[in-house]
Structures are given as C-alpha cells and as structure tokens.
C-alpha cells in the first residue's frame, strides 16, 4: 500500500463546500477549489468525486497523489525545484460557428501516459535538449493521476486561509516540486495540437487534450496522429454542435440550455492565434516518448479502481449540526 498520512479525524463529503466566512466559523480554514480544511482542529470538508475510500478511511485525490510520490520516490531528492523558463501555452482553439456536422474527440488518460514514460523526477531541459526516461506503471483513477500533475508545477503553493473575517493568501514551500514533470506535460500537449492542427482541414475547437472538427476525413486524421504518439482517443459526442469561444461548445439538446447562459456581449468571439510548435521539435519530443515504451516500467500497487466516498452530509447538516467551532 501507499504511504497515506491521516492528517484529518474528521473528514466530511459535500455536494458544495461551505463558506468559512459567511458561515462564522473563524481564523485558520483553508479555502481549496475542492476542499476546506482546518489542519488545527483535523477537520475537513471534500467535495464529492474528489474523495475515495482505502482501509475504511476517507482520502483526498491531493491526498493519494502525495502519498503516491512518496511512496515511490525520495522526495528530498526530487531535482528541478525552480524554473526560469515560462510554460508553454495550452492549446487552445475556438472558431466560433453552427456546425451541422461535428465530432468531439478526446485523447485518454494523457497526463497518465506522459507520467508513466518518463517517471515523476523526470529532468528535462527542453525539447531538443535532454529527457531522461524512468517509466513507472500509473495505475491510478483520473482525479489522482491529474493531482500528480498539479502537485509538480510551483515549487510554491498559495493557499487561501481566513483570518479576522477575511481570506488572505500564504505562500508554503510545496515539497513535491518538480517543474521539469509540467514543463513536458505542457510542451507534449502543444506538440500533439501542433500535429493535428497541421494535418487537419478544419479544428473549429481546441482545449488541452481535446477537439471538435466538422468532418468524418478529420477524425482519421486526428486518430492517426494520436496513434503516432501511441496514445488512445475516442470520439465523445458527434452531431451538431455550436463553438461560442473557448470553454463554450455545446452539443445536440444541450445548445439552447448552453447558449442561455452564453453572454451575448462575446457570442461569436474567436480566440487568438496558437503559435504551433515546429514539426522537427514535435518530431523529437514523439520519438523519445515512444522510446519510453520499449523499456520496463516500474510496478506500482493498483489504486485505479478505489470506491469512492458517499456523501455524507449536506449543508443544511453541515451549518447548523457539525460545523466546528474554534476554542478560544
């Protein structure tokens, strides 16, 4: 098993998280995107579908990810803790129309497949440079695995904390650094959009790791370039769909209930040009990670299929029955 610290005694699962402040509670909550937590009194709130159940114990996805690396890495001598480069940008496309024809297609489980090539104290200095190859077998849920990647990109993490009725920002030293692991992760992604949108005829949308074109001919083209990084896609909805601008596309029934909530003040806004990578830097970063395949990974415990957690109170329970009160 991992090395999992049980920091909390108590910890509860919501659909939504309370507001420390509107609700009183007091100095020394840390306010998260997917829990609020108060290390002093060993209480926190998760939202549900970022906790899961192992040994009759509840986990945070943030808390398996940390006791995955350290299970399987010496954190001390995790290397690249400062950066002086900036990341490449996440590859985003939105040209905005009514398409009678489209298909969204989704590459799975890529921040799993970079981690498990190259390991977590991956060194890289660059495309074209060095990228040292360790695999490692990543048999863990799609919350865990994304926390991993999260966990390596600032040696520096913020966290918001309330203190005399308002919240103030703490930086703390995030021990589990390494900006050589989201420094690959961000040039793969550019590199695999630079692949499609070059071999393609129309991608009306782009986000991260997936994408919309209006055609079945750019489906084959997507999905072959996908399989030349030996990586899997699938095709999540087809039909027709309807790009506003980055972050809002919709399918199907879903147009109208979307396009109601669409601004019309940035209807039809197109976004700005991607800078692609070039097609010598993308066919370097391909051949290593490829490269990667033909060696032996390192086994690791599989945590892929671990339940998650019920919720286990609502709101109403949370503000007036287990809210936590500060001694003073």
Sequence with gaps: M???????????VVTTLPDPLALNW???????????????????????????????????SRDIARAWVRTYYDVDRLRRKHRTWEYAPVPHVARAGDYAEAYYIDIRGLHREIIARVGYDVEYSGVGTYLSLNPIAVLLNKAC???LSSLSINPVTTLRKTKSHKLVCVNVHNRYANTSLYRLIRDVQLAIASDILRHTERVVYY????????SVRDVDRVLDVVWSWSLEARIKREGRCCVWRHAAYAFGSDIERVASRVSRTRLWTNSRELSLMSESECDWLRARLNDA????????????EIPPADISCGL???????APVPAR
């Design 316 to 322: 109403e329970v949370v503000t007036e029955a287990t």
């Design 293 to 304: 395949l033909k060696r032996d990974a390192r086994e690791t415990v599989d945590l892929s």
């Design 2 to 12: 991992i090395d999992l610290n049980q920091l909390y005694d108590v910890t509860h």
């Design 145 to 147: 695995y994304t926390s």
């Design 26 to 60: 007091g100095d020394g909550w840390i306010v998260g995107t997917v829990s609020v937590s108060h290390p002093g009194l060993r209480v926190r709130y998760v939202r549900v579908g970022h906790a899961y159940v192992i040994n009759d114990r509840i986990y945070s």
């Design 207 to 214: 986000n991260t790791d997936g994408c919309i074109v209006t």
